[in-house]
């Protein structure tokens, strides 16, 4: 199961950024602060708050296009929700009916993933070190 809640959190990261953006933003912001409350009500107010900040992250990097912001927002959240699928594994389900309900077919994650690809640049992180690469 590590490997699949490995892989919904990335889904998770990923479609959640990316529909901070669009029209979908509120019903994402009021699923994800709904699993938060159900699973870590404790946490859910500060969790609400995150959204917030990070929508505004989210739109002021997309009007500079700052992709590290973007993908630093990714991370923050693939984080956030892996931790929250660790200590609470029924939540699973939960967040794959939310993603699919709002992005069906997966469009917001390839949106991010490929607008990544074709630039044929990228960093590569390994063991604490940052190396930028360009494709050639």
Do not use: C, F, K
């Not at 490995?6 to 990261?13: K, P």
């Not at 709002?102 to 992180?125: C, E, K, M």
């Amino acid at each position: 199961m590590d490997a699949e809640v490995a892989l919904l959190a990335q889904s998770a990261g990923t479609t959640l950024v990316a529909l901070m953006a669009t029209d979908a933003w509120q019903h994402m912001r009021d699923g994800i602060t709904r699993l938060w409350r159900r699973t870590q009500p404790e946490r859910a107010d500060t969790v609400a708050a995150e959204l917030e900040a990070g929508r505004e992250d989210v739109l002021a990097a997309i009007a500079t296009d700052d992709r590290e912001t973007l993908d630093e927002l990714r991370l923050q959240w693939q984080g956030s929700v892996r931790r929250l699928l660790v200590a609470r594994p029924a939540a699973v389900e939960e967040l794959r009916a939310l993603l699919d309900r709002l992005d069906p077919d997966g469009s917001a994650a390839r949106q991010i993933t490929q607008h990544a690809a074709a630039s044929g640049q990228g960093r590569v992180y390994q063991a604490g070190r940052d190396q930028h690469i360009t494709e050639r």
